[in-house]
């Protein structure tokens, strides 16, 4: 494990917004023995607290609020960093997902690697951002298991009755490769610059624990090995992702036992929900009781204005069985059988899918709201669109791939052809894939990142492209 020789961050994190001010937690990661500095916003220090030791480095929490509705500042270390504030008839969201690759991500260079979050970064001098919502894939972790005999293999093959003493050892690997991870990414200048000025809410997808956790055979998931490595990610998300520890969540979690990571935030006109499609999921479930109960609450909750739901795998798409059936019936393709398994169009999850979408439909019941959705995972940018019962339209947004290459043209050419026949899961309202303002095609291979912007209650999006650059607006 590579440990830090300077303090790294600060990295802000949204905690919760209530009595009018944004609660944010700011981790500041050290070499071990090192005084850290607490930020300031001119009431005084911070409250610091200890999170974690990590093989030489020390992870420190700092808590504090500033104004939700009017730009502010916090200064740390010397320096004074602006804040952009939510106010209610305006602010900017910045919506990315996929940062990482399967294979080799640490070793990439890193000015080709973090290119889109420079663009990124270079938007936010211009016009800030209040908030950047990264909608999975945080990290790409699938090459923590390697070096160690208890997982090197792994979900291939793996021990069937390993000795208590060979999975704490496990786990100590598991534990520093993940750290690893984080800290590479965190300390990359171009993601640096972004974090400690824009906040950040962020909700796990697969490649945080795994490719394809939860929809792998349950022998693989639940065997001793996947139990570490789920226990090993989900500890490395809540202190990296969202700046806490086991017992100590932010109010905006739903579950205070994290046994599913959901969580909701409102502000007047906005309401941003991030349900857990990963720690609960099986191969025949994208979310466990709590999860569902916790969108069923949500539904009843009326929150006039707009009602951003992050689905980190897309919930608007074509549907996907006969893709499954070939690649079940074709023993080459059968190893990619969990990246369908993985999608709400699922035939295994047919009967999720119509339930998310009816409750999305009676989100958009309720008078003066509207809903839409933001989804990432597939490498591509894409949007669809379904009617509701209310009369108003679903909106997706896809933006998938802020550091992750884009897959080949041909696939998102094929994705195109079948999104072109429909579907229909809420009889009566059709799903279509519509266009991106200015793309010829329904997905779109370039890496990308998305931008909302809020203007009284009027919401518009734009897409920016690595080549194509920026789609006109989309009015939602």
Not at 89 to 97: E, I
Not at 214 to 234: D, I, K, N
Not at 362 to 373: F, L, S
């Amino acid at each position: 494990m590579t440990s830090p020789d300077r303090i790294l961050g600060p990295i802000l994190i949204l905690d919760d917004i209530r009595d009018g001010r944004m609660h944010l937690a700011a981790l500041l990661i050290a070499p071990e023995g090192r005084d850290v500095p607490a930020p300031d916003t001119g009431d005084g220090p911070a409250e610091m607290t200890r999170l974690a030791d990590l093989a030489g480095m020390t992870v420190h929490r700092a808590r504090f609020s500033v104004p939700l509705d009017r730009p502010s500042s916090y200064h740390w270390n010397g320096s004074d960093y602006a804040l952009a504030g939510l106010p209610e008839d305006g602010g900017r969201l910045a919506f990315v997902s996929c940062n990482g690759e399967e294979h080799g991500d640490l070793d990439r260079d890193g000015a080709e690697r973090n290119a889109m979050w420079a663009r990124l970064g270079a938007e936010h001098d211009e016009k800030p951002f209040s908030l950047i919502l990264h909608g999975g894939d945080q990290v790409y972790a699938d090459e923590a298991t390697h070096g160690h005999p208890l997982s090197e293999d792994w979900p291939d093959r793996i021990p069937r009755d390993p000795s208590r003493a060979d999975l704490a050892s496990l786990r100590d690997h598991l534990r520093a490769r993940f750290a690893d991870r984080y800290f590479t990414l965190y300390k990359a200048p171009e993601f640096a610059y972004l974090a400690a000025r824009v906040p950040a809410l962020m909700q796990w997808d697969d490649h945080d624990i795994c490719d394809g956790w939860g929809s792998l055979q349950r022998s693989r998931t639940y065997s001793p090995v996947g139990q570490a490595l789920f226990e090993m990610a989900r500890e490395a998300a809540l202190l990296f992702q969202h700046g806490t520890v086991e017992g100590d969540l932010p109010a905006r979690f739903r579950d205070p036992s994290g046994l599913h990571l959901g969580w909701s935030v409102s502000a007047p006109g906005l309401r941003l929900l991030g349900p857990d499609l990963r720690s609960e999921r099986t191969r025949r479930e994208v979310m466990g009781k709590g999860g569902w109960q916790m969108m069923e609450d949500e539904t009843r909750s009326p929150c006039p204005g707009r009602t951003l739901v992050m689905s980190s795998v897309p919930l608007l798409g074509p549907r996907l069985s006969l893709l499954e059936l070939l690649m079940v019936l074709t023993p080459r393709m059968q190893k990619y059988e969990d990246d369908l398994r993985d999608q709400w169009q699922s035939r295994a999850h047919r009967e999720s899918w119509t339930h998310m979408l009816e409750l999305m439909a009676r989100i958009a019941d309720h008078a003066d709201q509207q809903v839409t959705v933001l989804s990432g995972e597939i490498h591509l940018a894409a949007r669809g669109e379904m009617s509701l019962p209310s009369g108003d339209t679903l909106h997706q947004l896809v933006a998938s791939g802020i550091s992750h290459r884009a897959p080949p043209k041909a696939w998102a050419k094929v994705l195109g052809a079948l999104a072109a026949f429909g579907e229909s899961p809420l009889k009566g309202h059709k799903i279509r894939m519509a266009r991106i303002p200015g793309q010829a095609q329904r997905y779109i291979a370039e890496r990308n990142y998305l931008v909302l912007e809020r203007s009284g209650e009027d919401w518009s999006a734009e897409w920016e492209f690595e080549d194509a650059g920026r789609s006109p607006a989309l009015p939602l």
